[in-house]
């Protein structure tokens, strides 16, 4: 009689299995499964002694409305090709998730290509990510040094700056200490930091990489500027390297969405390539509203009706914002809006700039004004996730 599934956290011999069957799921070595070891929560499924699916999970914050939020971030999950089809990999996500969340985590994201799986489980994607291509000689025609400093190699401002800037979207992860050594080791990055006078308002990550026939291929992973001088010293130091790389690429949700190249081009010629994008879950949904930043200009009281994590059912809510916080408690008065849980994810992370854009995704309401009301108090950030795992 075959052995019923297990799924427990990695040993050493356990993680090795999960490394050999995530190179055979992907068709080609996950490195971070080595790299991340050492901070991950690592769980896998073992079936008579073998291992069939496993993934990690990071637990960290994430920046919303300012301030950082518990965060359970999964990546790298697998199910052997020969187990798929048994809903394997919902069962392992559950279970993925249960230690990050009893250490605390409120929200959870994802970078994954199965979209349609996880809006299932209770994700959704707050806003398109895009990479994009540029000509070089483009941004050196387009933008002038207007003669900042500029100094090579990482320091602790520029890790400063970068979680100040982050503060400003809705999503950026509060990195941890380790995380600039991880990607510069994961992606070879050179990095500059740029300054007014002694103060540091900018940072830019690249890697560079020899093209197959002539020069290099430069891809721009981390672009902070605090100010619009740094931004345009900034694209005046990618434009430099024209005689070397014909094209200057900003890798998927990479460069923040500020129009910048929108308005500053001399010519708008630039390529954007869609990418599957991150998706967002509420786990706990009053402490993920508690611990959320809100503005501090508004006060608002309403009544909302949230899908339950058991799909099909319904909890009526009151959520009430004044000075700078919010709390959201259970009641038994129907909701003025409704909303599913991926349409809660997206409200959280600022998705919806409107009530029409709201409605035309399936919110319902009682009235526009209410719906605007309570989108006003996500929108004062927009989402934008530049981090990857």
């Not at 994961?186 to 930091?193: A, G, V």
């Not at 009151?318 to 809006?337: C, F, P, S, Y």
């Not at 009301?373 to 530049?386: F, K, N, S, Y």
Request: hydrophobic share 40%; charged share 20%; net charge positive.
């Amino acid at each position: 009689m075959p052995e019923p599934l297990r799924i427990m956290e990695a040993d050493d011999e356990l993680w090795q299995d999960y490394n050999a069957l995530a190179t055979r799921s992907y068709g080609h070595p996950v490195g971070d499964i080595t790299r991340l070891r050492p901070h991950a929560d690592i769980r896998v499924a073992v079936r008579n002694g073998r291992v069939v699916a496993g993934g990690l999970g990071l637990l960290t914050e994430q920046f919303f409305g300012g301030a950082p939020v518990p965060s359970a971030i999964i990546s790298a999950g697998c199910v052997a090709p020969e187990e798929r089809g048994d809903h394997l990999a919902g069962r392992l996500l559950t279970e993925r998730l249960r230690p990050l969340r009893e250490q605390g985590a409120v929200i959870s994201t994802v970078w994954t290509t199965s979209n349609a799986h996880m809006r299932r489980l209770g994700w959704q994607a707050p806003v398109p990510v895009h990479a994009w291509s540029i000509a070089t000689e483009d941004l050196k025609r387009s933008f002038t040094s207007p003669g900042l400093h500029i100094e090579h190699g990482r320091a602790g401002a520029g890790e400063e700056l970068q979680r100040r800037l982050a503060r400003q979207w809705n999503g950026p992860v509060q990195r941890p200490g380790w995380w600039s050594a991880w990607m510069d080791d994961k992606q070879q990055l050179t990095t500059y930091r740029f300054r007014s006078g002694q103060t540091t308002t900018g940072v830019l990550s690249l890697a560079m990489k020899r093209h197959q026939r002539h020069g290099t291929d430069l891809t721009v992973h981390d672009f902070w500027a605090a100010d619009v001088e740094t931004l345009h010293e900034m694209m005046a130091l990618l434009g430099s390297h024209h005689t070397r790389a014909a094209a200057i690429h900003f890798r998927r949700s990479a460069l923040p969405p500020y129009p910048a190249l929108l308005h500053d081009l001399y010519r708008y010629r630039l390529t954007a390539e869609a990418w599957h994008p991150w998706m967002l879950r509420i786990l706990d949904i009053p402490e993920a509203i508690r611990r959320r930043g809100w503005p501090n200009d508004l006060a608002i009281a309403v009544p909302v009706d949230i899908e339950s994590e058991n799909r099909g059912n319904w909890q009526s809510y009151h959520l009430e914002l004044k000075n700078g916080t919010a709390q959201i408690t259970k009641t038994r008065t129907h909701g003025d809006v409704q909303l599913t849980r991926g349409q809660l994810a997206v409200w959280y992370a600022g998705g919806y700039r409107t009530a029409a854009a709201a409605r035309l995704t399936g919110v319902t309401a009682k009235s526009d004004e209410t719906l605007t009301q309570l989108i006003r108090a996500t929108t004062d950030h927009e989402p934008w996730l530049p981090e990857h795992l």
